[in-house]
């Protein structure tokens, strides 16, 4: 069964920051594109960022560039994205996600394997 998990989410004030994680199972994670998503209840599901399956071509939403920082180390079969001087507006649960091709798209109807999310919330 293919599926995507991700680790690290949690509660942090602002200001500070966390590192998710994202891992599959059921497939190699290195030959696929990777996104992350957020989604607030009610509201749409947000583009956060993505890379390409070698690392080396990444996007960024603009609320989060300068911020947060994509990455992978494929030996791990890991991608990460590294959030830092978080607000309370990136609360949200956090999705990774997976698709074959890339095309910096941050539309999430692009991707096709999803994890079921890991609760961030900024608070003080």
């Known amino acids: 069964q293919w599926q995507l998990v991700e680790f690290g989410g949690g509660l942090v004030q602002p200001g500070g920051s966390l590192r998710l994680s994202c891992r599959a199972s059921?497939?190699?994670?290195?030959?696929?594109?990777v996104g992350w998503f957020r989604q607030v209840p009610g509201k749409e599901r947000e583009g956060v960022s993505c890379i390409s399956s070698w690392g080396g071509d990444t996007n960024y939403a603009d609320s989060v560039k300068g911020r947060f920082t994509i990455s992978r180390d494929n030996a791990k079969k890991t991608v990460y994205l590294e959030m830092n001087s978080l607000k309370p507006e990136d609360t949200a649960v956090y999705y990774c996600a997976a698709t074959q091709y890339y095309s910096g798209s941050l539309a999430s109807k692009e991707y096709e394997y999803w994890g079921q999310g890991t609760q961030v919330t900024v608070s003080s």
């Open positions: 059921g497939f190699s994670l290195d030959y696929y594109v």
